[in-house]
């Protein structure tokens, strides 16, 4: 591990770049280990885009059909990470708690709560929400990721019809 340390330090310019030449496959290949509390990894990302919009009404959470991605497990230790790219999200009708989790259709993420305001029904948001899913599954095993949503009252919309909502998985170790 010196060796790796002394050839990297003297291919380092005045201004702290690395040169090319400092990192190449040999320097690489002999990093046996992390230090601890490092490591993890992407095994694999998939996207799911859709222009619609969806909503319910229940106070239990119910699966918005128009954005779901099927994703095979590469492994049985990872967990799955889900960013929704909402258009919007709005409760038009009612100040009201409004959830949104992901799941796997077994094992569900904590779920985010955005509140729909006093007197303020019909304010819109452009969220980024994230959240991951732990649990059992098994390598090779076919999950379909959704997102969830419920609302105190009113009704709870996701997305706007004509503007793309993308949600993203990755697979993570």
Known sequence: MGSITRTLANNITTGGVILPSGINNTSISNITSLPAGVGGKVLQV???STTGEFGGTSSSFVTFTGINRTITAISANSK???????ARLINPTDAANNDIQFTDGTNNSNYIR????YD????AFNPSITSIISGNHSAGASLTISVQGRTTAGTFIVGDTGTPSTM???EIE
Request: charged share 0%.
């Open 80 to 86: 799955f990470m889900c960013i929704l790219n909402a």
């Open 168 to 170: 993203f998985v990755l």
């Open 120 to 123: 303020v029904t019909g304010a």
């Open 46 to 48: 998939v996207s799911s």
């Open 114 to 117: 955005f509140y729909s305001g």
